[in-house]
């Protein structure tokens, strides 16, 4: 029986990628991913079977792999982590649904997340409490995500938002900012960085007040901070507190 | 004038750290950290002068590199990722505060963070919307880390429990699971993940009714789920929702 390793290829350059995760592919008979993905490590697929396809199929991606690895050594790829909002839960799901002589064994390889990556182009915006919100309403309500905005914004998280806007949903970030900003002070930082760590890296520092979205793209990453972040020289800094022991 | 590389080494096993962070590590003159942490790097520190001290001693280990840094180059390693709850604010705040003229540049290369490392070691149970909180309580109020649990259950998010138990305070995870347990099913699974990535690794899934807290340690990470998660074959998952569209 084969086996399944769901790899996480961090932000996108083979510089920022595990040795463990790139030897799950190295070693791999068959790389299935998404197309946009699967570029980004093609200098390490020669001689290998690529199952990439476009965007809203996940499902038989994922299928496919499964159905390969019944004997063969197959390696499924997200960017950032595979174990945020990335394939390892489908893997997983189908993979349980196999019959158990035919079912391939799984494995996860962490990356660095687009959270993390995003993060360190910025400064250092994580260093208390967050909450990470996906403002994609194909698969969940509005109304949950909504929900979940909105407690962010009360309890004083930082707040990460992945998916920010996409062709069908590009007015969510807005619903969002404006749900923030009943509860946040306008001035708080908002950080967006697009295509971390890969070619094209870019970065706007704003604040809720000023905020548009319009740089955002398919690509990028927002960050909205607490209520102690701020931005100085360009960096987005959220004081873990040590301040409030010791001048520094 | 010198560098500081903020580098984040991942969950402490040469395999899962990025060659950028490896690089950063390398190339350094001097090498900060905490004990713990310099050990598991101990292979890339020859001829490298290492400041290291004792747990608690953050700003002033912050301070000696800085110093370094006027004309050195200085790596601070932080296990798992810098940016998230590591030390790449306070690094940037010291040196922020430094007079221009001696003050050093600060990047901050990225690592495979620790909830990462404990999300694939449990399966995939952050497919979904999360929130991470700290419960140390050294630099942080209680009340706040209470109102951020509580704000996290009501809204269902999966919860990261990041320093969920140390010497000085036994009681708080308890603290934290009965808040969990005000808003979420007993039955609501819960991943403990000790040394993830790391000799002496190991997981145990409970739930929260049966969940009392004495396998974790100070290398701990613990993560509730959401009212979607559940259990099977020792994985816990949390589906992204693929179901609600087409059976799997």
Known sequence: MGKITVVGIGPGNLDEMT?????AIEEADTIAGYNTYIKLIEPLLEGKKVIGTGMMQEIDRCRA???????????????GDAGV???AGLVLEITQAMPEDTRPSVEVAAGVSAL????????APLMHDFAVISLSDLLTEWTTIEKRLRAAAEADFVTVIY??????????????????????SPDTPVGIVTAAGREGERKVISDLAHFTGEEITMF?????????????????ITPR???NKEQL
């Open 241 to 243: 507190g040590y301040e």
């Open 65 to 79: 792999a499964a159905e390969e690895a019944k004997d063969k050594n197959v390696a499924v790829v997200s960017s």
């Open 163 to 184: 998916n920010p806007k996409s062709k069908k949903r590009a007015d969510n970030i807005k619903k969002a900012a404006e749900i923030m900003l009943r509860h946040k």
């Open 19 to 23: 040795p463990k995760a790139r030897r």
């Open 220 to 236: 990028s990453l927002v960050i909205i901070g607490n209520s102690k972040t701020y931005v100085k020289e360009g960096r987005m």
């Open 116 to 123: 993390s990556a995003a993060a360190a182009v910025l400064g």
């Open 85 to 87: 909002y990335g394939m």
